[in-house]
T-cell receptor, first 116, second 107 residues
Framework: GAVVSQHPSRVICKSGTSVKIECRSL??????MFWYRQFPKQSLMLMAT?????????EQGVEKDKFLINHASLTLSTLTVTSAHPEDSSFYIC????????????FGDGTRLSIL | AQRVTQPEKLLSVFKGAPVELKCNYSYSGSPELFWYVQYSRQRLQLLLR??SRESIKGFTADLNKGETSFHLKKPFAQEEDSAMYYCALRNNNDMRFGAGTRLTVKP
């Protein structure tokens, strides 16, 4: 089946650091990738949708300058949390879908980000 | 705007008992609905989707447009079904998730 690899799985860093999270589709071309944020015991909240080669579409309330998304190829999207602060600590999950109509989303394992 | 509601945060049943996880949605168009499952320490994975009309791991879900529901059912729950279940609605590329229901199947 389709596999999405997300790296790193865990990041602990100091406040003010910028952190990059990678999301790769391993065996299919991901025309669209999604980034979600999940707080403890809560559901996934869509942050942004990115299509390969174009700018990401951010959900209301998500700062595009804070959460930089790049989807430069059909197999890789990156989320960079710039100048991270403790309130950015969360579980970030990416998913990807290919170009075939009605194809479901495939999820990565998620990245737990802890800002000290 | 599309919205997915899972009214139960927690659901506990005994092994062998029937289980139903509720999902209601609000959407003006023709919805595409999914159930995702997340077992402990594993990634979110697709369980089933309404267009497939299939049974996965004994689970089924029927789309009821009149009641705007897509409840997930299994006649005989197993301990390995214990997990977090999310109902989701997709409109084009926009996927919205419910809050999730944690199912615990007791021995």
């Amino acid at each position: 089946g389709a596999v999405v690899s997300q790296h790193p799985s865990r990041v602990i860093c100091k406040s003010g650091t910028s952190v990059k999270i990678e999301c790769r589709s391993l065996d299919f071309q991901a025309t669209t990738m999604f980034w979600y944020r999940q707080f403890p015991k809560q559901s996934l909240m869509l942050m942004a949708t990115s299509n390969e080669g174009s700018k990401a579409t951010y959900e209301q309330g998500v700062e595009k300058d804070k959460f930089l998304i790049n989807h430069a190829s059909l197999t890789l999207s990156t989320l960079t949390v710039t100048s991270a602060h403790p309130e950015d600590s969360s579980f970030y999950i990416c998913s990807a879908t290919g170009g075939v109509s009605n194809q479901p989303q495939h999820f990565g394992d998620g990245t737990r980000l802890s800002i000290l | 705007a599309q919205r997915v509601t899972q009214p139960e945060k927690l659901l506990s049943v005994f092994k062998g008992a029937p289980v139903e996880l509720k999902c209601n949605y609000s959407y003006s168009g023709s919805p595409e609905l999914f159930w995702y499952v997340q077992y402990s320490r594993q990634r979110l994975q697709l369980l089933l989707r309404h267009i497939s009309r299939e049974s996965i791991k004994g689970f089924t879900a029927d789309l009821n447009k009149g009641e705007t529901s897509f409840h997930l059912k299994k006649p005989f729950a197993q301990e390995e079904d214990s997990a977090m279940y999310y109902c989701a609605l997709r409109n084009n590329n926009d996927m919205r998730f419910g809050a999730g229901t944690r199912l615990t199947v007791k021995p």
